[in-house]
Nanobody, 123 residues
Framework: QVQLQESGPGLVKPSQTLSLTCSVSGDSVTNLYVYWTWIRQPPGKGLEWMGAITSSGSTYYSPSLKSRTSISRDTTKNHFTLQLSSVTPEDTAVYFC???????????????WGQGTQVTVSS
């Protein structure tokens, strides 16, 4: 059974870097066909695809967030991480990690989501 679990601080101050980790069990971040993905949902808004990393370490980012986003993976720990720099209160959202077989928000039957973690940007 594939499970994903987000972890990280729930409160980040403006201008700092938000860092989250997604721990994966039941699958490997070296899986050839998977995009290990980060998605967020600000309060009262829809889902926003942020970016993804593949088994080879190739990364893909949303154009609107590319300048502030970095996604990496640790194959020894079987997890992948999100860093979002220079955060503002507009980055307040529930952040989800996802195992996906496509880029973007397209859903496939093999997708698996973490439960999500609330991150608030506030001083």
């Amino acid at each position: 059974q594939v499970q994903l679990q987000e972890s990280g601080p729930g409160l980040v101050k403006p201008s700092q870097t938000l860092s989250l980790t997604c721990s994966v069990s039941g699958d490997s971040v070296t899986n050839l066909y998977v995009y290990w993905t980060w998605i967020r949902q600000p309060p009262g808004k829809g889902l926003e695809w942020m970016g993804a990393i593949t088994s080879s370490g190739s990364t893909y980012y949303s154009p609107s967030l590319k300048s502030r986003t970095s996604i990496s993976r640790d194959t020894t720990k079987n997890h992948f991480t999100l860093q979002l720099s220079s955060v503002t209160p507009e980055d307040t959202a529930v952040y989800f990690c996802k195992r996906a077989y496509n880029l973007g928000l397209t859903h496939t039957s093999g997708d698996r989501w973490g439960q999500g973690t609330q991150v608030t940007v506030s001083s």
